[in-house]
C-alpha cells in the first residue's frame, strides 16, 4: 500500500493554537496516542472555527460535518509537551472543504504530525448537506476552489 504523504503551503495556515499533551493521552508505548491526536486535533478545528465566526451549530442548526481524516506521524510526542496546532482551509468546493494541520513541538521544532480533515456543512435539523455559508467562505478569500 502507498504511503500517505500531506505537504501544504505555508501561507494557507492562518490560525494557531497551543494545546499540552495530558498524561491521560499517553498510551503503552509511552506516547501521544492516536485517538488523542485525533481529540487534540478536533479541540484545535473547534478552536479555529470559533475564533473565524463560527459555532459548532448556528441558530438554524447548520455545522459543520467531518467527512474524512488523514493523518501523517512524523515524530512521538510525550506527556506534558506543548504542541502547536497551526490551521488552514484549502480546496473549498459548493458544500465544504479541507480543513488542514501541521502539528509541530515548538522546543525543539518538530514537526509531530501533518492532517486533513474533508469537511461540509450540515444541517443538524434537517439532516441535509446544505451549502457552504457565503460569511464562511468570504472570510477566505484566497482559498482555492474545486468542483
Known amino acids: 500500500m502507498a504511503r500517505l504523504k500531506l505537504e501544504f503551503p505555508d501561507e494557507l495556515f492562518c490560525f494557531s493554537t497551543q494545546l499540552t499533551v495530558r498524561v491521560t493521552d499517553i498510551n503503552a508505548a509511552n506516547h501521544l496516542g492516536n485517538d488523542s491526536m485525533i481529540s487534540m486535533i478536533s479541540e484545535a478545528r473547534a478552536r479555529f472555527l470559533y475564533e473565524n465566526g463560527m459555532p459548532e451549530v448556528d441558530g438554524d442548526g447548520t455545522g459543520i ?50 492532517a486533513k480533515y474533508g469537511f461540509v456543512f450540515f444541517n443538524y435539523q434537517r439532516s441535509e448537506v446544505v451549502p457552504m455559508p457565503e460569511e464562511f467562505r468570504a472570510k477566505f478569500p484566497r482559498v482555492n476552489e474545486i468542483d
Request: proline share 2%.
Open 65 to 114: 460535518i467531518v467527512t474524512d481524516l488523514a493523518t501523517m506521524y512524523r515524530a512521538e510526542a510525550h506527556a506534558r509537551d506543548v504542541l502547536v496546532f497551526e490551521v488552514g482551509v484549502m480546496d473549498f468546493n459548493k458544500y465544504g472543504g479541507d480543513i488542514i494541520f501541521r502539528i509541530t513541538r515548538p522546543k525543539d521544532r518538530t514537526l509531530v504530525a501533518m
